[in-house]
């Protein structure tokens, strides 16, 4: 199955950027959208934005304007650009990503966004 794994969440004060990272392997076929998701504490997960392998992306009202999603075919791996980060993008985010087999997720990296 394939592994999908996240890296770059932490601590940021408002305002300020981070930079996610998600690589997949063991990857059995072809990785069409890739994505990402957030959820925060009591809340449901939400998509934050997603990308299809032609490059088309879309994203959540909340975030149009201060994040950025972008992929690299040739590494199998997705990124979301953070800027103007603000409170309420505190949560945990997950990458995914949709294929012939199904869907995949990582294990989640954290954002947290205070002063």
């Known amino acids: 199955q394939m592994q999908l794994v996240e890296s770059g969440g932490g601590l940021v004060q408002p305002g300020g950027s981070l930079r996610l990272s998600c690589a997949a392997s063991?990857?059995?076929?072809?990785?069409?959208?890739m994505g990402w998701y957030r959820q925060a504490p009591g809340k449901e997960r939400e998509l934050v934005a997603r990308i299809t392998s032609g490059g088309s992306a879309d994203y959540a009202d909340s975030v149009k304007g201060r994040f950025t999603i972008s992929r690299d075919n040739a590494k199998n791996t997705v990124y979301l650009q953070m800027n103007s980060l603000k409170p309420e993008d505190t949560a945990v985010y997950y990458c995914?990503?949709?294929?012939?087999?199904?869907?995949?997720w990582g294990q989640g990296t954290q954002v947290t966004v205070s002063s």
């Open positions: 995914n990503a949709e294929s012939r087999g199904g869907s995949s």
């Open positions: 063991r990857i059995s076929f072809r990785i069409n959208a």
